[in-house]
């Protein structure tokens, strides 16, 4: 009898564990803004927390706010520390996946060879996966967005950069050196021969990034007399096309020609029949649209298909949310999305 009441006893113990609450959190690095999104153990986000990260050298600042971010994020939903089951976070930059560490980044100052993993698993005690935000993003895209049931697809961020993430028969694709996707030092007709490093701007970003776009709008308006025109970003170049401004059209013609060239290119190479579209300057619908036309101009095997991500800007968001999951070993849906294939 009392062995009954002992092995009751251990049951309800047990099934109290499985039923207490747990969180994970997902964490979005960026150049100038730090993004953190808390969820329960369904996947569903419950609170944002959000920072500039804007003159901050080093990760260890970074790390203090990841830190601060998901302790204040907890309290919100009255929740204590020990509540927090796992964490995942997406660094722009090569990343080794298999021991958590930055390689290098081209902006973010001071990161090169930065264990993240061992450093925030100190911090917050609890497990940590690292990976690049783009790959963090397609993570997003394949479990809740435009990809959602795709074996094979690229998802490309175009913002101030430009990098891809490639998804083959249901798992990431990182390379031999975690390189896979690092698109924007691709050469397409026009670009520029001359060698970059590894932590520079490529051929392609220097074109199609949200910088590069910036750069040669200057250029071709530098005979005008509107300066405020000078100042504008990308997507207003871009909304400028659309209004029919001759300049901007010029622009969009161009980055879109060099866009199409790019999946073109990767499409051959990896039979992919789909491509997403993600960041500030890629979710742009004139860029899409004038990239697709440029497209299907072009004789191939396969033609691509191109969509916008249905995330948006949440994409790395959801992606490192399921990545903290799985570093948990808790979620409810296949594991396969987080696999690496080599």
Same mark, same amino acid.
């Given at each position: 009898?009392?062995?009954?009441?002992?092995?009751?006893?251990?049951?309800?113990?047990?099934?109290?564990?499985?039923?207490?609450?747990?969180?994970?959190?997902?964490?979005?690095?960026?150049?100038?803004?730090?993004?953190?999104a808390l969820?329960?153990?369904?996947?569903?986000?419950?609170?944002?927390?959000?920072?500039?990260?804007?003159? =901050?050298?080093? +990760?260890? /600042? !970074?790390i203090r706010? *990841?830190?601060?971010? $998901?302790?204040?994020? #907890?309290?919100?939903?009255a %929740?204590?520390?020990d509540?927090?089951?796992?964490?995942?976070?997406?660094?722009?930059?090569?990343?080794?996946?298999?021991?958590?560490?930055?390689?290098?980044?081209?902006?973010?100052?001071?990161?090169r060879?930065?264990?993240?993993?061992?450093l925030?698993?100190?911090? =917050?005690?609890? +497990?940590? /996966? !690292?990976?690049?935000? *783009?790959?963090m993003? $397609?993570i997003?895209? #394949?479990?809740?967005g435009? %990809?959602?049931?795709?074996?094979?697809?690229?998802?490309?961020?175009?913002?101030?950069?430009i990098?891809?993430?490639?998804?083959?028969?249901?798992?990431?694709?990182?390379?031999?050196?975690w390189?896979?996707?690092?698109?924007?030092?691709?050469?397409?007709?026009g670009?520029?021969?001359? +060698?970059?490093?590894?932590?520079?701007?490529?051929?392609?970003?220097?074109?199609?990034?949200?910088?590069?776009i910036?750069?040669?709008?200057?250029k071709?308006?530098?005979t005008?007399?509107?300066?405020?025109?000078?100042e504008?970003?990308?997507?207003e170049?871009?909304?400028?096309?659309?209004?029919?401004?001759?300049?901007?059209?010029?622009?969009?013609?161009?980055?879109?020609?060099?866009?199409?060239?790019?999946?073109?290119?990767?499409?051959?190479?990896?039979?992919?029949p789909?491509?997403?579209?993600?960041?500030?300057?890629?979710?742009?619908?004139?860029?899409?649209?004038?990239a697709?036309?440029?497209?299907d101009?072009?004789?191939?095997?396969v033609?691509?298909?191109?969509?916008?991500?249905?995330l948006?800007t949440?994409?790395?968001?959801?992606?490192?949310?399921?990545?903290?999951?799985?570093a948990?070993?808790?979620?409810?849906?296949?594991?396969?999305?987080?696999?690496?294939s080599n």
């Amino acid at each position: 009898m009392r062995r009954e009441i002992e092995t009751i006893a251990v049951v309800e113990q047990n099934i109290h564990a499985t039923t207490e609450p747990g969180y994970v959190v997902g964490v979005d690095v960026g150049g100038t803004n730090l993004r953190l999104a808390l969820a329960d153990m369904s996947g569903t986000i419950l609170t944002r927390w959000s920072s500039s990260t804007v003159a =901050l050298r080093g +990760p260890e /600042a !970074v790390i203090r706010l *990841v830190c601060s971010g $998901a302790k204040s994020m #907890l309290q919100e939903v009255a %929740a204590p520390p020990d509540a927090l089951r796992s964490t995942a976070i997406g660094v722009p930059g090569v990343a080794d996946v298999d021991n958590g560490i930055i390689i290098a980044t081209s902006y973010l100052m001071g990161w090169r060879d930065v264990p993240l993993r061992t450093l925030v698993e100190k911090e =917050l005690n609890v +497990p940590v /996966a !690292v990976d690049n935000d *783009v790959n963090m993003a $397609a993570i997003g895209e #394949l479990w809740a967005g435009s %990809a959602k049931d795709a074996k094979d697809f690229v998802f490309l961020a175009i913002g101030t950069g430009i990098g891809a993430g490639i998804v083959l028969n249901g798992n990431l694709h990182r390379g031999n050196s975690w390189s896979a996707g690092e698109i924007g030092y691709m050469l397409v007709p026009g670009a520029a021969e001359i +060698p970059t490093k590894s932590d520079e701007p490529g051929a392609l970003e220097r074109m199609i990034g949200g910088e590069g776009i910036k750069s040669q709008w200057q250029k071709l308006s530098s005979t005008e007399d509107a300066a405020p025109s000078r100042e504008l970003n990308a997507t207003e170049i871009f909304d400028r096309a659309i209004d029919g401004d001759p300049h901007a059209q010029t622009l969009l013609r161009q980055s879109s020609t060099k866009l199409a060239q790019a999946i073109y290119n990767v499409s051959l190479i990896l039979n992919c029949p789909l491509f997403v579209l993600g960041g500030t300057v890629g979710m742009h619908p004139a860029l899409c649209d004038a990239a697709q036309k440029a497209l299907d101009q072009w004789i191939a095997p396969v033609s691509p298909r191109l969509v916008r991500s249905a995330l948006g800007t949440d994409a790395q968001l959801f992606g490192a949310v399921r990545a903290a999951l799985e570093a948990g070993r808790t979620c409810p849906v296949s594991p396969a999305v987080w696999a690496s294939s080599n």
